[in-house]
Structures are given as C-alpha cells and as structure tokens.
C-alpha cells in the first residue's frame, strides 16, 4: 500500500504540470489563433509639406489605375472640412463630390485586391498632405514617376506592421513629431530609417551619401527619380542604419 500511495504521490506533480499547460492553452488559444492570423502589410506613405497638390477626382483615378494597383472600387469614404466623421459615396457618384470641402479620401480593397487600401490626406492648417497606399513589392520608382505630374512628396518611406490597428495609430507610435508636422524632414533631416527611404534634395547630404556607398551595412542607393533619391535598407540593418544617422544628426 505504502509504495502504490508513493507512486501517486511521484504521478500528481507531472499531472499538475500537465494540467497548467492545458489551461494555459485553453485560455490563450483563441488569443494566439487570432495573433497568428494579423496580416502585415507593407504601407508607402508619400508626405508633402507645401501642399502643392489638390484632393480631386483624377488623383483618385489616377492611383487607383496605376497597374500596381489596378482597381475599381465601388465606394469612396470621405471625412470632410465641417463634419468630422466618414462619409461613404459610391464611384458612380463621384463625380458629384464637392472636393474643395474633403480633408481625406479612402479608397477600400477587396479580398482578390488587397493592395488597393489607398489614403489621402489634403492636410490642415500647418499640417502636410499625405498618402498612405498599402503595397506589396511596389515599383516605388515608377510609381513616383507616374504621380510626378499630380503629386510631388518632399519625404516618403515603406514601413511595415501589422493590420491591427489604423494607419495612423502605426505611424505615429513612438513618435510626437509625426503629429505637428515637423518640417525639419524639408530641411533634411530623417524621421526613421525604413526598409525603403524616399529622400528629396535637402537630404542628399555628401556625408550621408559617402557613409552609404562605404559601409554595406548602411544600404545601397537603388535609383534616382525626378530629383528623389531612393535609400533601400536591409531590415536586419534597420537598427544599425538608425544608430549612424542618430549619430549623425540626421534624425528628428
């Protein structure tokens, strides 16, 4: 009896644990399946300070055609000058739409067409102009080239994160001076080092451009489009390429 009671005794600790681990999978699985399942998307999002570029329907058009995206939505979404909140027009109606009065166009995607998520902001106040389009192996070069004749971005990157929260709330982490609209990016200077960093003529610094072309680790200069300077940094390098340039000076 004394050995049996000793061998239930040795059994229960290994059954506890057992036990644990089946609760804690009870309790954490629909959480893990639903962390499993977050998509993550590339973002190109394109800023532009002096807002030389007007919210209209031939820039929707336009974007929406461009063969990387390719796509016809059925409906805009609209949050306007006077009232704050969204707005949903269908495409037929679009023509229609009193433009002057928009501070932002959403344009939605479809399950065959996920990369067609597109957002314009026309800015207010002293804020920016800006567009967030979500990608997947964008053609950032031809891409800048196509919109050269309706939008001209003074500082852009491709960011990546995960589709768990708003655009905004991604882009804004860590980071207040998103908020105001910092303008030292025209003079210059660098938000964050990203996997690609479209630069403007104010951050073509010799210094920069000769730490690029010595250090491998720093990246390489894939192509130069109507005066934008296009700066691909490996991801494994993001960290490294961000610790230079704070060095540097070069971030905000």
């Given at each position: 009896m004394k050995k049996k009671a000793k061998k239930k005794a040795?059994?229960?600790?290994f059954r506890i644990i057992i036990g644990i681990i089946l609760l804690i999978k009870w309790i954490c699985f629909d959480w893990i399946v639903e962390w499993?399942?977050?998509?993550?998307?590339?973002?190109?999002?394109?800023?532009?300070?002096?807002?030389s570029f007007e919210l209209s329907k031939e820039?929707?058009?336009?974007?929406?055609?461009?063969?990387?995206?390719?796509?016809?939505?059925?409906?805009?979404?609209?949050?306007?000058?006077?009232?704050?909140?969204?707005?949903?027009?269908?495409?037929?109606?679009?023509?229609?739409?009193?433009?002057?009065?928009?501070?932002?166009?959403?344009?939605?995607?479809?399950d065959d067409n996920p990369n067609a998520l597109?957002?314009?902001?026309?800015?207010?106040?002293k804020c920016f102009n800006d567009m967030f389009i979500r990608?997947?192996?964008?053609?950032?070069?031809?891409?800048?080239?196509?919109?050269s004749n309706s939008f001209l971005a003074d500082y852009g990157f491709i960011c990546k994160w995960r589709n768990d929260g708003?655009?905004?709330?991604?882009?804004?982490?860590?980071?207040?001076?998103w908020f105001t609209g910092d303008r030292k990016v025209c003079e210059g200077f660098l938000k964050?080092?990203?996997?690609?960093?479209?630069?403007?003529?104010?951050?073509?610094?010799?210094?920069?451009?000769?730490k690029i072309k010595e250090d491998e680790r720093m990246g390489e200069i894939d192509s130069?489009?109507?005066?934008?300077?296009?700066?691909?940094?490996?991801?494994?390098?993001?960290?490294?390429?961000?610790r230079v340039c704070k060095k540097m000076g070069l971030l905000i």
């Open positions: 040795n059994k229960n600790p499993l399942s977050i998509k993550s998307y590339h973002y190109l999002v394109l800023i532009n300070y002096d807002k820039l929707v058009d336009a974007i929406c055609a461009y063969p990387g995206i390719n796509y016809k939505p059925r409906k805009y979404g609209f949050i306007t000058k006077v009232y704050y909140g969204m707005k949903t027009v269908s495409a037929k109606s679009i023509s229609k739409v009193n433009f002057s009065s928009m501070r932002s166009v959403d344009v939605g995607c479809s597109v957002t314009i902001g026309t800015g207010d106040g990608c997947d192996d964008f053609d950032v070069s031809n891409f800048l080239s196509y919109l708003t655009i905004s709330d991604a882009l804004h982490q860590g980071s207040k001076t964050d080092v990203y996997p690609v960093n479209i630069l403007n003529s104010a951050h073509v610094q010799n210094a920069l451009i000769d130069s489009v109507d005066g934008y300077l296009i700066w691909n940094v490996d991801s494994s390098n993001i960290r490294y390429a961000r």
